[in-house]
């Protein structure tokens, strides 16, 4: 943890040093606020009220010092000597070690005043003084943590749209989030505040010990001695506010995607009513994050409830032995108040500094956090010397392809070698499972082959810039992914230099210009979000329009038509026939009917090529592809025949 310490102060706390130099400037001159107001206290004790220590004179040195001592003093002693109570004078001072000399001479009525002036005025401007450095330490503490704070986020959400897809087939996206959100929210409020905090308890540290020596080395070098007792402390707590810290933000991130989960699945919660079992299920989430803050709170109060008890024993020991150098003249009334608030203003920073360690100790949890995505090693990047390809023939070749997600993981397909010609579409067939996705999903380099390699143009993918290759191929997901906003802004999300006509024809093409237009803001109406206000025909052509706008020489349909009633579909397969001509296409299919409109068809089974070639070929040939033919034929037939006790009867006329 404190590596990754390190190189967050150096990536993002260091190119800001100017500002934050100026902020530990003025964090060190903030620092010295009580310290100023302990001496103008002790000025006022000393040089306007003058109240300084008295020592009780004996019978015999009264009688030695009669002649001597002023005439109150005298009839005083005589007053004690027969019994009755001394009251002295404030403005009269008793002999003693040091003496009245030690003091300093009596100041007159108008020399008081003018020091009290004086110390007026020192206050005021020491509170303006003050007050102002503190805004402009506020200010720029707040700007430095924004900044980095944006900073931090932009390289989390920039690392994440790098990351290949087996990391997010492994991650929870509420996890991601809570960790670029929530994270990073708690770094805003805390690194620099914290960061620039302990540089200021520490400068009040380091001038509140060079105070109490200057004013009495003895009684300072007895109020350093609690200072080992704060570090005894600070390491019985240290390790279980740690771990406690640690284990709340991984349930707080654990309930943050479970909750991410069950929103998006919203529908079939409600449909199976596990609302009950749902709320029992996040109430257990919550309680743990909700015992953990509170076990983090308790150790944290501990931690500063045991620093507070060692500095008030330290108080009172010092205070204790400082009025007994008071009383025996080795210091003055205003060395004493100027010690004592020197002293708190000592003891304050230490139980500061041991509630920050508290929170530098979390702080470091959530830096472990961030740095664990952004350490993520990207295993799909462009290789020095990527090609950029400005035209695609279409030509797509499979050498080879070994692929499995892990290592420890068995191969989802196993050597898969053919070729596809430029303008050529494919139907891709077999059971679920076979790897029908995965092998497309290699096209467009969400994952990586284990082994050999694919083609593109005669070009290995690798060789080709990510940004270039996705330039040419459009892929229509089986769930159609659209985004809050207007219709509009979803279909050119992949084009932002489209026309309005190109959008409209774009929409045309995908049979949904007129249902837009129905509309009552036309292209501009709100699509909420993940297209919940849509119907699946029409997020399905809306996913069409916007691959459809993008004009790809590769196009990729992975079940598009499923969702799609009968006539939709027809239509669609139309457009889809016209739009087809000239690109190759990838359609990955379950319906039988369809691969058979395909110039070539690519059979699937646990991984392996089951078939390649015309669908007559392979009806010739048997195997998978047969099968699957008759099992739809079949369950063809049974939904014309006649039920009778929900089973299809056969009739014989």
């Known amino acids: 943890m404190n590596e990754n310490f390190r190189r967050f102060v150096k990536i993002y706390v260091r190119p800001l040093w100017g500002r934050m130099t100026l902020v530990m400037v003025l964090a060190g001159v903030t620092s010295s606020y009580w310290f100023v107001l302990g001496f103008l206290s002790k000025v006022t004790v000393d040089h306007v009220l003058q109240l300084r220590p008295g020592v009780e004179a004996t019978q015999g040195q009264e009688l030695r010092g009669r002649d001597s001592r002023a005439p109150g003093l005298r009839d005083g002693a005589v007053r004690e000597r027969e019994g009755r109570p001394l009251h002295r004078d404030p403005q009269v001072v008793l002999p003693g070690p040091g003496g009245q000399e030690a003091a300093g001479p009596k100041k007159t009525r108008t020399e008081q005043l003018y020091w009290l002036w004086v110390i007026f005025f020192a206050y005021l401007l020491v509170r303006m ?118 284990k709340m933000r991984e349930a707080y991130a654990e309930a943050y995607g479970i909750l991410e989960e069950r929103v998006r699945g919203i529908q079939v919660v409600l449909s199976f009513a596990r609302e009950r079992g749902e709320l029992r299920a996040f109430f257990r989430r919550v309680a743990t994050t909700f015992r953990l803050s509170v076990k983090r709170w308790m150790l944290n109060t501990g931690l500063g409830a045991t620093c507070s008890a060692v500095s008030a024993v330290a108080t009172a020991l010092v205070f204790y032995w400082g009025a007994l150098a008071v009383k025996s003249g080795e210091m003055t009334v205003g060395d004493l108040v100027y010690f004592n608030m020197s002293l708190g203003a000592l003891f304050m920073p230490l139980v500061a500094l041991t509630n920050i ?78 790897g029908k996705s995965t092998l497309l999903s290699l096209l467009l380099r969400l994952y990586e082959p284990t082994e050999g390699s694919v083609l593109i143009d005669d070009y290995d993918i690798r060789d080709v810039k990510i940004s270039s290759l996705r330039k040419h191929i459009s892929m229509v997901p089986q769930e159609p ?86 006539r939709t579909e027809s239509r669609i397969q139309q457009t889809l026939d016209r739009v087809m001509k000239g690109r190759t296409t990838f359609v990955i ?9 395909a110039e070539q068809v690519l059979v699937l089974d646990n991984g392996r090529m089951a078939g390649w070639g015309k669908h007559e070929d392979l009806m010739r040939e048997g195997g998978v592809y047969r099968q699957i033919y008759e099992q739809q034929q079949a369950q063809a037939e049974d939904a014309l025949l006649p039920e009778v006790d929900g089973k299809a009867v056969k009739q014989e006329f």
């Open 589 to 597: 299919t379950h319906r039988i009917s369809t691969a058979m409109r």
């Open 129 to 246: 003084t003050f007050a102002a450095s503190n805004w402009v330490y506020m200010y720029n503490i707040s700007f430095v943590g924004q900044r980095i704070v944006a900073r931090v986020r932009l390289d989390l959400h920039e690392k994440v749209q790098k990351l290949q897809m087996t990391f997010f087939d492994r991650q929870q996206v509420g996890k991601i989030m809570s960790r670029i959100l929530d994270d990073v929210g708690l770094l805003q409020s805390e690194v620099t505040s914290t960061f620039v905090e302990t540089v200021r308890q520490v400068a009040r540290l380091l001038i509140g010990i060079v105070i109490l020596l200057t004013i009495n080395p003895k009684l300072g070098l007895l109020a350093m001695l609690a200072l080992p007792l704060y570090v005894v402390a600070y390491k019985v707590f240290q390790h279980s506010i740690a771990v406690t810290s640690l």
């Open 357 to 434: 360690n508290a929170t530098i100790l979390e702080m470091l949890v959530v830096i472990s956090r961030v740095f664990e995505i952004l350490d993520e090693e990207v295993l799909i990047q462009d290789r020095p010397g990527a090609v950029r390809l400005d035209r695609v023939r279409g030509r797509v070749a499979f050498q080879h392809v070994w692929f499995r997600y892990s290592e420890r993981g068995d191969y989802v397909l196993k050597d898969l070698h053919f070729e596809v010609k430029p303008g050529t579409s494919v139907a891709v067939v077999g059971p679920s499972g076979s």
């Open 481 to 566: 992914i659209l985004f809050s906003g207007t219709v509009a802004e979803n279909i050119v999300y992949g084009r932002d230099d489209a026309t309005p006509d190109q959008v409209m024809e774009a929409a045309k093409a995908a049979e949904l210009h007129d249902f837009i237009m129905s509309l009552p803001e036309k292209y501009e109406a709100h699509v909420g979000e993940r297209g919940g206000n849509l119907s699946g025909g029409q997020k399905q052509r809306l996913a069409f329009a916007m691959a459809l706008l993008h004009d790809p020489s590769i196009l990729i349909l992975d079940d598009t038509t499923s969702a799609l009633d009968a």
